[in-house]
């Protein structure tokens, strides 16, 4: 691993719940900056109407942002000495779909190698800029076998090129999309998708994220199960929703069904407590800086 990240850490909120109601800066106490990049691609920008060239430098904002973002923290709290990290967020290929993909995992004929080739080409554009680089890349709401393969893929057959100026891989977490508290979202059982990282040393955290929380007590069991029956090493990774359910005749969230964020708070530091320190919580959509500093609020009592 080329960065000491030491754990546990606190993710921050979900990004788009938060820009719908500011654009303050405050992380209320995560340890990690998420780079605004979930759905970016080539594909998704030039569909817009953008050029290949400002599709690039609008992707590479996106870090550009996030780097910034963790300097002026720093120079305005000098004596924080608590890590301030950057992940890189690689949204899953059904995220740039559009199309509700990204919760059930079904890319109609999309092979191995055609994901694979996507998401490689993404990270070539994000971390072509050697002088704001990212601390570790976050694979999010993966929510196929097929894509995790294409992620394992992608790993394997990374290599330094100096002559594209494409930099070595930093440490990566994947996280998965899961429908239920033993499957991910296209039905496969989440100990199976996450068998493919086992050997992969820079997978360094391994999960579940934009997932209901009702399902997250019995997947960090079964994960951190797996990891030990495994004699594996690698952290835990949870960060669900905020809970609400979506409403397919009313077109709309219920928001009855949405977690207190004391509540939330609670259950994510509680992981930390119970299968610490190798952990990573924070909260996905639905989620904010309030459900963040709650969880740091239960983790000082």
Not at 104 to 128: P, W
Not at 194 to 208: I, M, N, P, R, S
Not at 219 to 226: D, F, K, S
Request: aromatic fraction near 10%; hydrophobic fraction near 40%.
């Amino acid at each position: 691993m080329s960065v000491d990240i030491r754990l546990p850490l606190i993710l921050d909120g979900g990004f788009a719940t938060e820009l719908e109601r500011s654009f303050g800066k405050d992380l209320s106490g995560a340890n990690v900056a998420t780079t605004c990049s979930y759905q970016a691609s080539l594909e998704g920008f030039t569909n817009e109407g953008y050029s290949e060239e400002q599709a690039i430098e609008l992707m590479r904002k996106s870090v550009t942002l996030a780097c910034e973002a963790r300097q002026e923290f720093q120079q305005d709290h000098p004596n924080n000495t608590e890590q301030r990290l950057v992940a890189l967020s690689i949204g899953c290929y059904g995220a740039v779909l559009a199309n509700g993909a990204e919760y059930t995992g079904d890319y109609g004929a999309m092979t191995v190698n055609q994901i694979a080739e996507f998401h490689k080409k993404r990270l070539c554009i994000f971390l072509s800029r050697r002088q704001e680089t990212v601390d570790f890349i976050m694979f999010e709401t993966i929510p196929s076998y097929l894509e995790a393969q294409a992620i394992r893929q992608v790993i394997l057959d990374w290599t330094e090129d100096e002559a594209r100026d494409v930099p070595r891989l930093p440490p990566i977490v994947v996280s998965f999309q899961c429908r239920s508290s033993d499957q991910i979202a296209d039905g496969t059982p989440v100990l199976h998708a996450l068998a493919e990282f086992k050997d992969l040393e820079l997978v360094f955290a391994t999960g579940f994220n934009c997932t209901k929380p009702k399902f997250a007590e019995a997947l960090m069991t079964n994960i951190a199960r797996y990891n030990q029956d495994s004699n594996g090493n690698k952290a835990l990774v949870s960060y669900p929703d905020g809970g609400e359910e979506w409403n397919a005749v009313a077109r709309s969230w219920d928001k009855t069904a949405k977690l207190p964020e004391e509540s939330f708070g609670c259950i994510m530091a509680d992981f930390i407590k119970k299968y610490g320190p190798r952990v990573l919580v924070g909260g996905c959509c639905g989620t904010g800086p309030s459900h963040i500093k709650s969880i740091k609020e239960f983790l000082v009592k």
